[in-house]
């Protein structure tokens, strides 16, 4: 690969990064504002409220930013960068087409999450750098709740390695079938929850809810910093509805056999996973943290578990 193929193909990553959290952000907008019936994003800039990330974008730049005296300023600052770094590097090896992808690594599975578990460092780091007992007990629990299920995710996203035969990302892509889906589908659900409690995603939202304990570990933070939480959300479902595409959905395979729409088949399928990360927001209700816990060791794992076993089983029939 030559140099400026590097930076072409680094340069389309920055610029997906860039772009595709702030549609997820628009679609979120626009979507609760129809399930329920909220007027205020329909408004700004006239035909359909199609200004509206616009206008938040200019009301976090004009606030004033804010370090509390107690605060550790140089972690304190660092944090929203931590949060939000990782799913750039992520988005490096997602493969997007045939041979359409920034870095092909014979790991690219592990490494994928191996540094998306670093984000929530983001969020320890400023709940603990605050001088806030609530932005304490924030990052407490988002470790909590990362611990507790990133072995349900490791072990679903196992069973794919298993059944493609390859940590590749397009070589899982290659691999794939349609009848996967008849019995990777428990996989399928157990990555994609795990993916949305690692997120603070509702209705695993419990270490940021607002009615619980005020803002968690973005409780002092202002103006652009917090934006840089805001983002980082977002840029996480992107890299969780990509991930989930590449392993259960069959990445940039369309059901023509055409490989030239691979990109577009990616998209369609990313947003249509993103929607439903929205629709869940807006129609469950939060867990408490007792029942999040239990869902995760007694349901989730032992889930992983079972479909570990049945991926080696049907790994041997196959031979």
Sequence with gaps: ?????????????????????????????????????????????????????????????????????QADRTVFSLAPAIALLPYLVILVVIPVGPGLVALDLDIGLFFVLAVMSVSVLGSVMAGWSSGNKYALLGGLRSAAQLMAYELPMVLAASSVA??????????????????????????????????????????????????????????????????????????????????TTVLFLGGWRGPFGDDALGPIWLLIKLFVL??????????????????LQKLAWQVLVPLSLGQLALTGVVKVAMV
């Design 1 to 69: 690969m030559t140099l400026p193929e590097i930076v072409l193909r680094l340069a389309l990553v920055v610029a997906a990064f860039l772009l595709l959290p702030l549609l997820v952000g628009q679609l979120e907008h626009k979507a609760m504002a129809h399930m329920q019936a909220r007027l205020g994003p329909m408004r700004a800039g006239g035909f359909h409220g199609w200004a509206q990330l616009i206008a938040d974008g200019v009301k976090f730049v004009q606030k004033e930013h804010v370090v509390p005296a």
């Design 162 to 243: 298993m059944a493609a035969g390859t940590l590749s990302l397009p070589g899982i892509v290659e691999a794939w079938s349609p009848w996967w889906l008849a019995w990777q589908a428990p996989a399928l659900l157990i990555f994609f929850v795990a993916g949305l409690a690692e997120l603070h995603r509702p209705p695993f939202d419990m270490p940021v809810a607002d009615s619980e304990i005020v803002l968690g570990p973005y409780t002092e933070y202002t103006g652009l910093r917090f934006a840089l939480f805001l983002l980082a959300e977002y840029a996480g479902i992107v890299v969780l509805c990509a991930l």
């Design 274 to 291: 993103a929607f439903v990360v929205i629709w869940l927001r807006v129609s469950n209700p939060r867990l408490r943290a007792d029942q």
